[in-house]
């Protein structure tokens, strides 16, 4: 992008407690009076942050998405059953065996009596019908139908709190989510963010993707506690970067071309630009004094707001085509 422009799209990316990245770069562009936002599209994590961005904006504006997003990330820290939430499969238990339980059982069988974080959270901090009818943008979170693995976008008409259990449903941990005879379970393995509910028209002409995860990775894992992480990595990626090759390569294909319909012309001129970590935001972790959760939290949300700053310095670094080394097949 060669500036930030007056409004943008945002696709943002789930990833457990690595949302709180995310948290960080909403929280620097919101500082920021000359971006505007147009639609969100976001999975799991990030279908939280763009909800608690829309509340508290249509209570208090700029100040009051910063300060809903506050609230929801330290009420996350101080959920005293979000721990498996917050991090997922690399969460610290008594027995190592313990790690490998979804395995063989299904999450009711694991924790029969075990109350969803996310549900008490979102009753408290959400009102999903005034976000239907006074959402400042277009909110579309998506989710994974478990039959098929298809993506499924539940957008602004359909925001509830089923929605977002549906996008933010890890099956290791929770029985997946049934909404009119189907069931879902965490969008991350069919979009991650997912960008098809951003390439209309009617919405700007300019996407910013917030990725948790950094696409550059030149180690390689060894330990089978690497490998595991690394495989859960790619599965919460790749999907993302399949729709992203494709669009960078239809516009591509339109190349120049004047005779073209709105919507080409409305692709082959859209921008595209990354924030993302620069580092496996795991590893920041290792730098918090007796791992506490809001401790962890804190430094990832400082990190997005340090990368929101990189970005808003200098834009056209981040475009995608400027950096497409990244999308190399």
Known sequence: MSAPGPHINLALQGGGAHGAFTWGVLDRLLEDPRIGFDAISATSSGALNALAMAQGWISGGREGARTCLD???????????A??????????????AAQNLHRYFSSRQIKPGVTNPVSQIAEVMFDFEQLRAESPFALHLAATRVRDGGLVIFGPQRLGLDALLAS?????????????GEH????????????????????????????VQTLRRLDVPTSPAQIATRMGELGFTSSFLRELRSLVQLREALGESTDSSRWQAHLRDLEIALIEPGEPLQNFRNDIAAGTAIGFIS???????????AWLADPQRHRIGADASILAG
């Open 71 to 81: 609230v929801l990330w330290q009420r996350i820290a101080g959920h005293p059953q």
């Open 83 to 96: 721990g498996a939430w917050i991090f997922g499969a690399r969460q610290h238990v008594a027995a190592s």
């Open 168 to 180: 933010t449903c890890l099956p290791q941990i929770f029985a997946p989510i049934c909404i009119d």
């Open 184 to 211: 879902y379970w965490d969008g991350g393995w069919a979009g991650n963010p997912a960008l098809e509910p951003l390439l209309a028209v009617e919405r700007a002409p300019a996407i910013l993707c917030v990725l």
């Open 299 to 309: 430094t990832l949300r400082d990190h997005g707001r340090h990368c929101a700053a």
